[in-house]
């Protein structure tokens, strides 16, 4: 049996991989210097957590087959370096998905938006059409189990694949770790910049993805966004590029239909982003042998991935979601997709400025108009977790500025969010929640039944 020590086993990614690999039958160990429900839940439930946290070099022994190292973890770890002395092969995540999907035909997701919502949407299709499947998604999906998946028998990958570092000892992008045979990507727009300070550092990135793709490769990219079809459209010896752009649809009584040779095929999902999203999923899905017909009927009982808009509450004339939208991009495709979903009612949305790039003064310029679509806004940032991430707490003079949206209301108080989403209480009116944390633990589900009853 192999033997195999997750450093970092806590991770949102990490500990699903994990159980999967547990299930394969593997002997796994791992260690943490903290983990936080739902992770903490899930690994003690499956006998995989840590008695206590912490690294424990004395945990790495001649016996261990190999390491992973997850991206929570430093160089300086003692683990790690105790793996490197003993000379034990060390993987980031994405090198041992590869090595354990060599022999697999694998299709990684890229792009700066819509990447978990476009594997989903594969993951659905190959499901409701019998073909078994391995993934690696980075949000959860209704109908699988888990995050991760790896078998010995399916001969298909589907993984999302992002820009991010792999390990504190490879800086390329996991997304360049996987080894694509199809590749797609979504659009590019500049994010992340704690590791990419440049813009043009940030697009050459997924210029060299595309040049990774091999030969009787495929690169699939939306055509409509115009740094992603600069880079896919370069010539490359034997790969295929394919693009795509905005499904055709029509929207009736607050239900989107799609526009097919079939007739109008009723959708659960809604928004233009997701038009595009249908588009790609299905330019994958036809270059593994799906066809148009197959796709369409599948695709209609695709709900979403979770927390991409995500209904918490619905009432009549009310609908309270939730989305993880964080980047200028995707918070300006949910805002605009709830107008054009619902022109009859109004619009209200809180968005968290959370990660690192929308708390820096020189980036928040870039969420210009991204609230255009809500006739009432908020933002919320925890002064706390700016200054926990090293920035100075942004003035609410710059950001409103910065979105420049007349009716904006800025707080760095969650009680005195919690009251301004009560008052947004009112007949035909939907309300946006917007945030990849979580508005400082406010009660999310509890507040929106609250809106529409």
Not at 50 to 73: C, N, Q, R, S, Y
Not at 139 to 167: C, M, N, Q, W
Not at 267 to 275: A, E, I
Not at 389 to 402: C, S
């Amino acid at each position: 049996m192999q033997r195999i020590h997750m450093i970092a086993i806590g991770g949102s990614v990490m500990h699903q991989l994990a159980l999967t690999l547990q299930k394969k039958g593997l002997d796994i160990t791992g260690s943490d210097d903290e983990i936080f429900d739902p992770a903490r839940e899930t690994l003690a439930n499956a006998g995989l957590l840590p008695e206590a946290m912490g690294w424990f070099p004395e945990k790495i022994t001649g016996e261990l087959d190999a390491v992973i190292l997850g991206m929570h973890a430093k160089r300086d770890n003692p683990e790690l370096q105790k793996a490197q002395q003993l000379g034990i092969k060390v993987y980031s995540f994405p090198e041992f998905i590869f090595e354990e999907t060599k022999n697999k035909q694998r299709i990684v997701i890229a792009g700066s938006h819509g990447k978990s919502t476009i594997t989903a949407m594969v993951m659905h299709v190959l499901n409701g059409v019998g073909r078994d499947t391995d993934y690696v998604v980075g949000a959860s999906v209704e109908g699988f189990e888990g995050r991760v998946k790896l078998t010995h028998e399916a001969s298909i990958i589907v993984i999302e694949g992002d820009e991010y570092p792999s390990s504190a000892l490879d800086s390329r992008p996991k997304m360049l770790n996987y080894h694509h045979h199809i590749g797609l990507i979504s659009g590019i727009a500049w994010d992340h910049i704690n590791v990419y300070p440049d813009e043009d550092e940030y697009v050459r990135q997924f210029d060299h993805f595309a040049d990774a793709s091999p030969k009787a490769g495929s690169l699939v990219f939306n055509e409509d966004d115009s740094v992603a079809s600069i880079i896919c459209r370069k010539e490359r010896a034997d790969v295929t590029p394919l693009e795509y752009t905005e499904h055709p649809h029509v929207i009736k009584n607050g239900i989107t239909y799609l526009k097919t040779d079939q007739g109008e095929i009723p959708l659960k999902v809604f928004g233009r982003h997701n038009m595009y999203n249908i588009s790609g999923a299905l330019r994958v899905c036809n270059r593994i042998g799906i066809t148009d017909e197959k796709f369409y009927g599948v695709i209609q009982s695709f709900s979403g991935a979770s927390s991409r808009l995500e209904t918490l509450a619905e009432g009549a004339g009310n609908r309270i979601f939730k989305d993880f939208a964080h980047a200028p991009s995707k918070v300006e495709a949910t805002t605009r997709a709830l107008q054009e979903q619902y022109p009859d009612r109004t619009l209200s949305a809180a968005l968290e400025l959370h990660t690192f790039s929308s708390l820096d003064p020189s980036f928040i310029a870039q969420y210009k108009g991204s609230l255009d679509g809500a006739q009432e806004a908020a933002i919320y940032y925890n002064v706390e977790a700016a200054e926990r991430k090293g920035r100075q707490p942004l003035t609410q003079e710059a950001i409103r500025k910065a979105f420049g949206h007349k009716n904006l209301m800025v707080f760095t108080n969650s009680e005195e969010l919690e009251t301004w989403i009560k008052a947004q209480k009112s007949p035909n009116r939907n309300v946006a929640l917007m945030s990849s944390a979580s508005f400082n633990g406010l009660p999310l589900k509890t507040l929106a039944e609250d809106l529409v009853g």
